[in-house]
């Protein structure tokens, strides 16, 4: 069974296949999902940028971090994850180079865990009408891929659903948002 992730890449590679900055984008991402997998969450609050940058010796990876102790011990970690990338993810890392980073880039914290603030919706769903539904269906069904047509259709039904049973609870029946 596919997972919706694999529908979406796809779906992007598709429409930024000739696009330079899209692929580019596209391997950032994957590289901080490689180091999110290699080190442990006490090592990413400190990460403040990660790279894999092609070389005249191969491939280099390049950590920007925020205090020193956490580039020591990276440091001392080095050949282990640089193994660990080679083993899991086939990418292999001639060197490993950590910097530690200056000024405002110190205050970039891409993996640090936000405060989630739990979302709760208290308005009811309410269930379209058939003109409703019919017009997600249309919208929908100009999506090519059938797997990703029906998750969007069901995401933009209970999206359209939700907002339904908003202006109801709030007693107004303007304009559908």
């Not at 529908?7 to 992007?12: A, E, H, N, T």
């Not at 899209?22 to 990460?47: G, Y």
Request: aromatic share 6%; glycine share 6%.
């Amino acid at each position: 069974m596919r997972r919706l992730s694999d529908d979406i890449s796809d779906l992007y590679s598709g429409l930024g296949g000739k696009s330079s900055l899209a692929k580019v984008a596209q391997r950032a991402s994957r590289v901080r999902e490689m180091w999110a997998a290699c080190v442990q969450d006490v090592i990413l609050e400190h990460t403040n940028a990660v790279y894999i940058v092609n070389g005249e010796e191969g491939k280099s990876l390049i950590v920007y971090v925020d205090d020193s102790i956490c580039a020591s011990e990276l440091n001392a970690r080095r050949e282990l994850i640089k193994l660990k990338l080679l083993q899991d993810f086939n990418e292999d890392i001639g060197q490993m180079k950590i910097y530690i980073s200056r000024g405002s880039y110190k205050k970039n914290h891409p993996f640090a865990a936000g405060e989630e603030i739990p979302y709760q919706d208290s308005a009811p769903l309410v269930p379209l009408d058939q003109a409703e539904l019919k017009e997600a269906e249309d919208t929908a069904a100009l999506i090519d891929s059938p797997v990703l047509r029906e998750k969007f259709l069901q995401a933009m039904v209970a999206d359209l659903e939700g907002k339904k049973g908003r202006r109801a609870q709030a007693g107004t029946e303007g304009p559908k948002a």
